[in-house]
């Protein structure tokens, strides 16, 4: 026993950074669940390898205490920051790519985005979901949505979603909360869908709290470029949160949130003229057309 407890009064004297570490670990290592003992083994084993590699100051680590208690101050029902962290940070893209790994030809997922909101209204093809938006250009979004061998999908429903021409959503605004810039489309026996909107633009992340705070940091900017957001779903398939981009944007290669991918970049043809565009949309110039196909792979379990 008095051997015992020397050894134990000698482990303690020898306490390093690592046997801190390991210590943890150990304590860890009985976890019941599996993936939770996997990810909270490999956080710790990153965390405590992050405060070594930079040698953390008291007052570092206590300033970043305060800035993740000033990123949940922030939240609040309209207002996701810790989402905001993610984004431009670039964790929610990598979760995304891990998550949503696609087939060759299939159309690629990107963030979700803290914009989405329950309720759009149902429109008919060709539906204009810019209505207020009298500043923006009017631009038609056309195209299919398709199955991983062409064949189109009838009666898929596209929730659409988009910044008006002032760069804000509809829940930006203190004093609405009626819907704008929203639209429910389905594609019609030939898989085609119409959406009427606004060409986008390119707009910053909200700023003016603690993730303002770290990209003014560290030199970063808040630009997003000009996109629009759907999710395309139908029964069988497995649904897509994407958002197509305006190709002609220069925040293309600095998105804040890192969620461009290259083939979401659409082309945004201007019409100047009363063309056969014109003619086929009841448009006067000047307008925009845009073509988009969706392709869909089977929902899990289907071929
Ligand atoms: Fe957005």
Redesign the pocket.
């Known amino acids: 026993m008095k051997i015992i407890v020397k050894e134990a009064a000698t482990r303690r004297s020898a306490t390093t950074e690592d046997d801190i570490t390991a210590e943890v670990l150990r304590r860890l290592e009985g976890t019941p669940d599996p993936r939770l003992r996997q990810i909270v083994l490999s956080l710790v084993r990153h965390l405590h390898a992050f405060v070594k590699e930079v040698e953390l100051t008291e007052a570092e680590w206590f300033q970043g205490i305060q800035f993740l208690t000033d990123t949940g101050h922030m939240c609040n029902d309209i207002r996701q920051e810790f989402i905001l962290l993610s984004d431009t940070l670039g964790v929610s893209m990598v979760v995304d790519l891990i998550n949503h790994r696609k087939p060759e030809g299939a159309t690629e997922s990107t963030v979700f985005?803290p914009?989405h909101r329950e309720g759009a209204p149902e429109m008919p093809a060709g539906g204009n979901m810019a209505f207020r938006d009298k500043a923006g250009t009017p631009t038609i979004v056309s195209g299919r949505v398709l199955d991983l061998q062409g064949r189109p999908i009838p009666g898929a429903l596209l929730d659409v979603?988009?910044?008006d021409t002032t760069g804000l959503?509809d829940s930006q605004y203190p004093d609405t909360s009626e819907l704008h810039m929203r639209g429910k489309y389905r594609t019609d026996k030939d898989g085609r869908y119409l959406v009427r909107t606004s060409r986008p633009v390119a707009?910053q992340i909200p700023s003016d709290g603690p993730v303002g705070k770290m990209l003014k940091a560290t030199n970063r900017h808040a630009w997003?470029p000009a996109?629009i957001?759907f999710v395309v779903s139908a029964d069988g398939f497995e649904p897509v949160t994407t958002?197509i981009f305006d190709s002609i944007d220069k925040y293309l290669v600095s998105d804040a949130v890192f969620a461009v991918k290259d083939s979401l970049i659409c082309e945004f043809a201007r019409h100047d003229t009363r063309d056969g565009a014109a003619a086929r949309f009841g448009l006067e110039p000047p307008f925009c057309t845009a073509e988009f196909d969706f392709v869909l792979k089977p929902a899990h379990g289907r071929t």
Do not use: I, K, P, S
């Open positions: 985005g914009f979603w988009q910044a959503y707009y997003r996109h957001h958002h």
